[in-house]
């Protein structure tokens, strides 16, 4: 398995604002996976990074208000940009290991 | 596209009973994976168990236990002598396995959120 460190695990941001979240993942992985779960829903992915090429977001997910970066094969960043309210949820990095999906702690984040 | 179903938003059982939690999904494709993963309160998503979609033979995992049956396009999970650390919400997901975009073949079911009473 593989083991996934996600920062910070909860905020309370100001709307407006932005909020940086960071994964590192204990060994290379090609790809990283960002995810969203509004409260009591399932998982809707946001987009897929990279190392070295722009991330590819989903339908619905943009670059300018979720900005990610992955410099490395190990660590990706999610930025979610000029918050409110509705930004308010869950969010989850995610790598794979042998066709299985691993995540990290989750970012529960509120905008007030 | 692939979609999956869990017709149980909340379900309950007793502490040391066995319950069963439904999943179907709908798919075209013949080979692929199928999973339960169990999120917590702490929100960290965490792998139950897993299914390749071209062995016959149910997986099993301690007291977690799958009823694959393919034809039907039914993926259920089965906890037997239940715990109270057992408590958490339970997703199915599908998984293709073709293609290098893993991720994105990840498809997630809405959720059935399992209760233990004591």
């Known amino acids: 398995s593989a083991v996934i460190s996600q920062k910070p695990s909860r905020d309370i941001c100001q709307r407006g604002t932005s909020l940086t979240i960071q994964c590192q993942v204990d060994?290379?992985?090609?790809?990283m996976f960002w995810y969203r779960q509004q409260p009591g829903q399932s998982l809707t992915l946001i987009a897929t990074?990279?190392?070295?090429?722009?991330?590819?977001?989903e339908s619905g997910f943009v670059i300018d208000k979720f900005p990610i970066s992955r410099p490395n094969l190990t660590f990706s960043t999610l930025t979610v940009s000029n918050m409110s309210p509705e930004d308010s949820s869950i969010y989850l990095c995610?790598?794979?290991?042998?066709?299985?999906?691993?995540f990290g702690q989750g970012t529960r984040l509120t905008v007030v | 596209a692939q979609t999956v179903t869990q017709s149980q938003p909340e379900m309950s059982v007793q502490e040391a009973e066995t319950v069963t939690l439904s999943c179907t999904y709908d798919?075209?494709?013949?080979?692929?994976?199928l999973f339960w993963y169990k999120q917590p309160p702490s929100r960290q998503m965490i792998l139950v168990i897993r299914?390749?979609?071209?062995?016959?033979q149910n997986a099993t995992e301690n007291r977690f236990s799958v009823n694959f049956q393919k034809a039907a396009k039914s993926f259920s999970l089965k906890i037997s002598d239940s715990q109270l650390g057992d408590a958490a919400m339970y997703f199915c997901?599908?998984?293709?396995?073709?293609?290098?975009?893993?991720?994105?073949?990840?498809?997630f079911g809405p959720g059935t959120r399992l209760s233990v009473l004591p």
């Open positions: 995610s790598a794979d290991r042998a066709a299985e999906a691993f």
């Open positions: 060994s290379q992985v090609t790809m």
């Open positions: 990074a990279n190392q070295g090429s722009e991330a590819t977001y």
């Open positions: 798919t075209s494709e013949s080979d692929y994976y």
């Open positions: 299914q390749e979609a071209y062995k016959q």
């Open positions: 997901a599908y998984r293709s396995a073709k293609g290098s975009n893993y991720g994105q073949n990840f498809v």
